[in-house]
């Protein structure tokens, strides 16, 4: 089933400890391996890296707040310098894993609420692209067009690499359905199915409330926390059609 890597570029959410993933890794593109903010820990985040190399994906880091209680789906009011510190302990807890493996990093992309708040607020996306001074090697940057991040991102001189979500509903273009509103995670294969052609054809999708909404995007994000990835992934790998 690799033939969809092929026509489009589909990247996943992993490490996370929720679902068995070991099927997954073979039908997307790229993943992002959860590094001890919200999850994720030595064993998990090597695991992934070795799925990820069997599977020719391209190796993303998926750092978030410090709150696993929270899943790092709450926003925090950090003081941006321990934002840095958070951020920091994450990146050298994944590169000690990615270095042991031999693997090279290929970018990075926020998770849960922080990659939300990177979507407004200046401060903080200038605090997160001054976090990756960290890395020796230049990374992507994952976000959504038009956020803090891309602006700060490409003052910074970072590749961007456009993102939009396959099983989630929009509001806007730069904002995602809250989880607590019904409909917001999209689990039928025809409606993921649906909205990648509306995004890859039309480059747009319909909201919740059936409003048009032009996104640019250039990879397509699942997220592996619930049952239906492996159906949705199987579906699209039959019916997707470039």
């Given at each position: 089933?690799?033939?969809?890597?092929?026509?489009?570029?589909i990247n996943l959410d992993v490490g996370e400890g929720i679902v068995d993933e070991t099927q997954l890794f073979s039908k997307v593109s790229a993943v992002n391996i959860a590094c001890g903010g919200h999850a994720?820990?030595?064993?998990?985040?090597?695991?992934a890296i070795n799925l990820a190399l069997e599977n020719q994906n391209q190796i993303g880091l998926h750092p978030s707040y410090q709150d696993r209680e929270n899943f790092g789906r709450r926003s925090l009011k950090l003081p941006l310098d321990e934002l840095i510190d958070q951020l920091h302990r994450q990146y050298e807890i994944f590169i000690k894993n990615l270095n042991r493996e031999n693997a090279t990093l290929n970018h990075i992309k926020p998770h849960g609420a922080l990659y939300n708040d990177l979507l407004h607020n200046q401060d903080l996306a200038k605090t997160f692209v001054k976090s990756l001074s960290f890395f020796s090697q230049p990374l992507i940057i994952y976000t959504i067009y038009g956020s803090a991040l891309h602006e700060e991102a490409k003052a910074a001189h970072f590749e961007i690499q456009f993102e939009a979500f396959l099983d989630r509903s929009y509001v806007s273009s730069l904002e995602l359905t809250p989880r607590s509103v019904n409909g917001a995670v999209l689990e039928e294969p025809t409606e993921v199915l649906a909205q990648l052609n509306n995004l890859t054809i039309n480059n747009g999708l319909y909201s919740l409330t059936n409003t048009w909404i032009p996104l640019k995007a250039q990879t397509y994000c699942l997220h592996s926390d619930h049952s239906n990835t492996l159906t949705i992934l199987n579906y699209l790998h039959r019916n997707f059609r470039a």
């Amino acid at each position: 089933m690799g033939f969809l890597k092929n026509q489009i570029h589909i990247n996943l959410d992993v490490g996370e400890g929720i679902v068995d993933e070991t099927q997954l890794f073979s039908k997307v593109s790229a993943v992002n391996i959860a590094c001890g903010g919200h999850a994720g820990d030595d064993f998990t985040i090597s695991s992934a890296i070795n799925l990820a190399l069997e599977n020719q994906n391209q190796i993303g880091l998926h750092p978030s707040y410090q709150d696993r209680e929270n899943f790092g789906r709450r926003s925090l009011k950090l003081p941006l310098d321990e934002l840095i510190d958070q951020l920091h302990r994450q990146y050298e807890i994944f590169i000690k894993n990615l270095n042991r493996e031999n693997a090279t990093l290929n970018h990075i992309k926020p998770h849960g609420a922080l990659y939300n708040d990177l979507l407004h607020n200046q401060d903080l996306a200038k605090t997160f692209v001054k976090s990756l001074s960290f890395f020796s090697q230049p990374l992507i940057i994952y976000t959504i067009y038009g956020s803090a991040l891309h602006e700060e991102a490409k003052a910074a001189h970072f590749e961007i690499q456009f993102e939009a979500f396959l099983d989630r509903s929009y509001v806007s273009s730069l904002e995602l359905t809250p989880r607590s509103v019904n409909g917001a995670v999209l689990e039928e294969p025809t409606e993921v199915l649906a909205q990648l052609n509306n995004l890859t054809i039309n480059n747009g999708l319909y909201s919740l409330t059936n409003t048009w909404i032009p996104l640019k995007a250039q990879t397509y994000c699942l997220h592996s926390d619930h049952s239906n990835t492996l159906t949705i992934l199987n579906y699209l790998h039959r019916n997707f059609r470039a």
